[in-house]
């Protein structure tokens, strides 16, 4: 959603991606750049049906170069994984084998915790129509498998590597609430900001006339200042609202100006020497 | 991965995904089937570019025709927003605003949580090139953002409507641990199966003088044992192995029967009563 940052840092290494006979170069492009996304940049291919390198896979890796140029290919499956400690294999359905069947996070989870002894690991990934054959599973120790729609499972390999990918990433974040940035800081108002908004809004409804007696006048105070409080605004927030407030006062709705008022009439817009008092009373 | 099977039971509902100005049909396309796969089903579209329906739109949902179907299109964001009360927006870049940012984990649970109270909510995805602009984003109450690796953070809006739908079929799990399918029951033997295949190997290990000494020999076969006992066998995976050694027994590399050994020659293949003592000696 944001444009490619080449200037910050660049996530790499992390578990390997290995295709068993991918068919579409694009779908090997979305694979390239669903793994950069998240921080992976080994991909290893098994007997591309198109061969390597693949012009469709360079333009649908939307410029995820790194993980494109260190594709490596392999002639059988046995040669790809030869160098890997742990191995997932990815599948929809059940398969014989006797194998731990993880959900995606636990899977990021442990393959993080190999990863981080030292262990090499590699998450399998099987061809567009017919997924991994079972001979091909059984090469793997684990199986993986996606909590999907019983009536529509069918997830394309870009997304099946993208939701490994991020599970991966996220796998190493210290909490799962962590994100990237945070709620820019508001610093709510000291109070007698806020109590300057009540007095000034208060002063305007009752040279209205809006509280009809005292005690109708005490429950709408209550509750009008419950509203303005529970946002916790800023000091620069209340000056909005408060110039709001005022120009409000100020006009009638044909833009004529309003006669002065007697007594109890508050502070005009940019007021600002409002004091620690003028909520409270 | 696997085949659509319409039999099974359809998940439908959920948060609405709605896209703003998308250009693409087929990045349309891919979102319903995204979608389709987590359970999702509302969809709605803020002025689509090239009008709907869009019959790349239809050909890229890959059959995920419930959603492509249920397509609602707005003229604007406020009228798609209009019957929500939870929305988010989804952004890579921080944004003005003060509103809380969640990563995709909360976002789904507290979406999961005020659908489960009977709460309308949506999810914004922006434009393919420039996302959402900054007034829309300030239509949502959140905002959620994906942990991407810091190089290469653009992601497709396929991809985000994937892994918000994704984060939104996982909250609804009882854990993350939960699979749609378990690892097949594996019950291990009774010990006494277990200390047979040992009596067997050890037995046809001592033929072959396998064993320097005593001493050498406690210590090979303890070993032996904890490698054995670690898999947990089924009885049937015993009996596999039970033939395998027993065949290996038999015959020498050239396929020539072994003359017949002397009295510490153990079981044959397909031997099957084996008593529980024979382990123990």
Known sequence: MAGTDRQRENLTGGPAIILVEPQLGENIG??????????????????????????????????????????????????????????????????????????????????????????????????????????????????????????????????????MSYEWMKSGLSSSHETAFDKPEVEPAPKADLHGLFAQIEQGLDARGYF????????????????????????????VLRGLFASFDRFDPQGKRQPARSGKSGPRAGATGVSEGDGHE
């Open 30 to 163: 979305m694979v390239a750049r669903a793994m950069a996304n998240f921080g992976l940049s080994n991909l290893r291919i098994v007997n591309p049906r198109d061969g390597w390198p693949n012009d469709k896979a360079v333009s649908a890796a939307a410029h995820a170069d790194h993980v494109i140029d260190g594709v490596v290919v392999f002639e059988t499956l046995e040669a790809a994984l030869a160098d890997l400690n742990l191995v997932y294999a990815t599948t929809a359905r059940p398969r014989d084998g006797h194998k731990p069947v993880r959900g995606p996070v636990e899977a990021g989870a442990i393959l993080r915790g190999r990863e981080n002894t030292g262990e090499k690991t590699g998450i399998l990934f099987g061809r567009e129509r017919i997924g991994l054959r079972n001979w091909e599973v059984g090469l793997a120790d684990e199986i993986v498998t996606f909590p999907v729609n019983p009536a529509y499972a069918s997830l394309n390999i870009a997304q099946a590597v993208l939701l």
């Open 212 to 239: 009809r007696s005292e005690t109708k006048r005490m429950k709408a105070v209550d509750n009008l200042r419950a509203v303005l409080t529970r946002p916790g605004f800023s000091t620069d927030e209340i000056n």
